[in-house]
């Protein structure tokens, strides 16, 4: 078995937003003559489909796997473990923003690496896995020590390669990720508009936008209140009866409504401009710990009513009726909304 080599992967953000594309070069440039790094860069963690060739290169890595993303290091986890790209939780001092600010983060960061609290992830390896969000910091320096950090503490590596590598990539499909230095260049061509035939080849194919629930197994309960609320069948059950996405493009583009009614704040929205919906850590919903949500920023209605109306809006997009909190609202949060406003009252303000 080789060495304890960690392999860095950079997921290029949306657009051609020129400091975005600078960091990551700099991060990439740096890691080529890295000493027991290999890197590689893919498109955005979030739009590329499950068969596109940046996840079966993903899926192909062996050893320890460092990922570097315009997310939250929640929301990148998920998606990964989505698309069957998995391992020990690994723990980086890099912190986003929203996550530093929320004083119980310690605690849910525990709850997340044990899973204690809900079902957990299937087939983890044994390997560890760090996620860490690009926001943190504008300067490359910043991840380039963070990851020496972490190179050094896996200075012994342990792989069982085959329990987990989903398919059989052919090497072709993955040579362009093996060329950081190549994929670097064709890039800037690209963004200049100056890419010829050889520099589209080098690159992985495009992706659209996109727009989905992304699930933490380490906080999902297995209600399936989830799929009862959401009208529009992007959830579905596994052969193991645990929920899961899908019918990902049938989720209504802007609209996170089943984030806010899941009573475990387990269902990120990795796009969404809420922190809590993008996977910051903390609550989504609120109902039961937060008052303040239930004047709900500019509307002063709770989270189930809120998704309530979300959902009723695009269900006449659609062309359908709106149903209201008639369909896949359960009665206990029904009651959380009555004892809520009963509380309200009590304060007598
Ligand atoms: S509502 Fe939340 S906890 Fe319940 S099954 Fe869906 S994702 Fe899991
Ligand atoms: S956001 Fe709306 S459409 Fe998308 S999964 Fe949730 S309830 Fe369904």
Not at 156 to 172: A, C, N, R, T
Not at 192 to 209: C, F, I, M, W, Y
Not at 321 to 349: C, K, N, P, Y
Request: charge should be negative.
């Amino acid at each position: 078995m080789a060495g304890a080599r960690v392999t860095v992967v950079i997921s290029q953000a949306q657009g051609r937003n020129p400091v975005k594309r600078q960091l990551e070069e700099d991060i990439a440039t740096a890691l080529i003559a890295e000493p027991g790094v290999d890197v590689s860069l893919v498109p955005h963690l979030y739009d590329m489909s499950q068969d596109h060739t940046g996840y079966l290169f993903l899926r192909s890595v062996p050893g320890n796997l460092i990922v570097l993303s315009w997310l939250y290091e929640r929301a990148t986890r998920w998606t990964l473990d989505r698309a069957g790209v998995r391992g020990q939780v690994g723990t980086t001092v890099l912190k986003s923003a929203d996550d530093e600010l929320d004083e119980d983060a310690d605690d849910d960061n525990e709850k997340e690496s044990s899973g204690s609290d809900g079902i957990g992830s299937l087939n983890v390896p044994d390997r560890r896995l760090y996620c860490i969000d690009l926001r943190v910091s504008e300067s490359a320096s910043v991840y380039l020590n963070e990851i020496r950090r972490i190179v050094n503490e896996n200075s012994v590596q342990v792989v069982d390669l085959m329990s987990w590598i989903g398919g059989s990539p052919k090497q072709e499909q993955l040579e362009r990720y093996l060329q950081p230095e190549r994929m670097l260049e064709a890039r800037r061509a690209l963004d200049s508009g100056t890419a010829n035939h050889q520099d589209k080849v080098s690159l992985p194919e495009d992706t659209g936008r996109r727009w989905y629930p992304v699930i933490d197994y380490s906080r999902c309960t297995n209600c399936m209140e989830c799929i009862d609320f959401c009208l529009f069948g992007v959830y579905g059950v596994d052969q193991l009866d645990r929920i899961l996405v899908e019918q990902q493009d049938n989720c209504k583009k802007g609209c996170p409504a089943c984030s806010r009614v899941c009573p475990a704040n387990a269902i990120i929205f990795p796009q969404h401009k809420t922190p809590a919906i993008a996977g910051a850590e903390g609550e989504v919903g609120g109902v039961k710990i937060d008052l303040s949500q239930l004047f709900g920023g500019d509307t002063g209605e709770s989270a189930v009513e809120l998704a309530v109306k979300e959902r009723d809006a695009e269900l006449i997009l659609a062309g359908r009726h709106a149903v209201g909190m008639s369909v896949g609202v359960r009665q206990a949060h029904r009651e959380e909304i009555d004892q809520l406003i009963e509380d309200l009252d009590a304060l007598d303000f």
